[in-house]
């Protein structure tokens, strides 16, 4: 038996790489890559040198058996994705399924992730609280957006910058003017921004931008929250 590590990587900041997790990828036998380009450079800088291979959402079940085939052969392998925690709104939860029904070990090398970042800087309610990750981008989009509107506890949603005015809007429908939202960018990064207000201060402030770029996590607070 062997053991499968998820490691987590920087959403924006080499220096949240924790000593753990340079550790661990140097103890690695084989690491698997979601992007083995993207990690290259996190490899590098960290002066790791392991074999990769990749390890991506379009290929995840074929990729698990060549996984699984080398946990079977007694390799230890480390998983990272391009940020964050394997597994949230990445490759990783087919991979470390089947590492349990092999009964492989799974450790967890915990780190950043844009989610529980966003929600404890968004100074909304943080005590409970629904990860919804991207939407659907056709089918059920708006059923799944009416359900945040309603929902009694904070959601976080994960969502690109050339939707996000789409987004607000739609949310706007369902919420109204007054819901509490933050819009977190860029977190951990040079231009790291949080935006939190009323929906119907931010909404503008959002549309009027010309254009909007980088990574986005938006929080919204339950329905009754407010302040
Ligand atoms: N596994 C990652 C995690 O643990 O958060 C999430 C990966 S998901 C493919 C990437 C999305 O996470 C981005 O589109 C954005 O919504 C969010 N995200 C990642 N990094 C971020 C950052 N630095 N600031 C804000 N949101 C971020």
């Known amino acids: 038996l062997a053991t499968l590590?998820?490691?987590?990587?920087?959403?924006?900041?080499?220096s949240d790489f924790s000593t753990r997790a340079?550790?661990?990828?140097?103890?690695?036998?084989?690491?698997?890559?979601?992007?083995?380009?993207?990690?290259?450079?996190?490899l590098q800088h960290f002066q790791i040198s392991k074999p990769t291979f990749s390890f991506h959402q379009h290929n995840e079940h074929q990729k698990v058996k060549h996984l699984m085939?080398?946990?079977?052969?007694?390799?230890n392998i480390a998983l990272i994705?391009?940020?964050?925690?394997?597994?949230?709104?990445?490759?990783?939860?087919?991979?470390?399924?089947?590492?349990?029904?092999?009964?492989?070990?799974?450790?967890?090398i915990p780190g950043p992730d844009a989610a529980t970042t966003a929600l404890a800087v968004s100074g909304l309610p943080c005590d409970r609280f629904i990860f919804e990750g991207f939407l659907p981008p056709k089918k059920g989009r708006q059923?799944?957006?009416?359900?945040i509107a309603e929902s009694d506890i904070t959601s976080v949603v994960y969502e690109s910058p050339h939707k996000l005015v789409r987004f607000l809007e739609k949310l706007h429908e369902y919420a109204g003017d007054e819901r509490w939202v933050c819009v977190a960018r860029e977190?951990?990064?040079?231009?790291?921004?949080?935006?939190?207000?009323q929906l119907g201060e931010l909404l503008p402030r959002w549309r009027e931008k010309?254009?909007?770029?980088?990574?986005?996590?938006?929080?919204?607070a339950g329905k009754t929250y407010s302040e």
């Open 5 to 14: 590590y998820l490691v987590a990587t920087p959403i924006g900041n080499l």
């Open 143 to 147: 059923t799944r957006i009416q359900e």
């Open 210 to 220: 010309k254009s909007i770029k980088g990574e986005i996590a938006v929080v919204i």
């Open 81 to 108: 994705s391009d940020a964050g925690m394997p597994g949230i709104s990445d490759p990783g939860f087919l991979a470390t399924r089947e590492a349990h029904q092999n009964g492989h070990e799974i450790i967890a």
């Open 22 to 42: 340079v550790e661990t990828l140097q103890s690695v036998d084989q690491i698997a890559c979601e992007d083995t380009r993207t990690s290259g450079v996190l």
């Open 69 to 75: 085939n080398l946990l079977n052969g007694g390799l």
């Open 187 to 197: 977190l951990t990064k040079k231009f790291e921004e949080k935006d939190r207000a």
